[in-house]
């Protein structure tokens, strides 16, 4: 009888941990998969580009990138 509880005592453990082993893999693996799309994402995009303004009290442009 004693034998039977530590058996399932045990299964019951070992369910536990293969169930957050199972977890942070998971999440791992989405992790690593939004990372590739971000670098993907960084690589194929254009430089960001502006106009950049300073504006005189007349309202006369002063520069213009």
Same mark, same amino acid.
């Given at each position: 009888?004693?034998?039977?509880? @530590?058996? *399932?005592?045990? #299964?019951? *453990? /070992? !369910?536990?941990? @293969?169930? @957050?082993?199972?977890? /942070?893999?998971? @999440?791992?693996?989405t992790a690593q998969a939004l990372r590739r799309e971000l670098e993907r994402?960084? =690589?194929? !995009?254009?430089?960001? !580009? #502006? &106009?950049? +303004?300073? *504006? =005189?009290? +007349?309202? &006369?442009?002063? &520069? =213009?990138?």
């Amino acid at each position: 009888m004693d034998n039977a509880a @530590i058996l *399932v005592a045990t #299964a019951a *453990v /070992l !369910s536990v941990w @293969i169930a @957050i082993f199972v977890y /942070l893999w998971r @999440i791992d693996a989405t992790a690593q998969a939004l990372r590739r799309e971000l670098e993907r994402e960084r =690589r194929e !995009s254009l430089p960001p !580009s #502006a &106009e950049v +303004t300073r *504006v =005189r009290d +007349t309202g &006369e442009p002063v &520069e =213009r990138h």
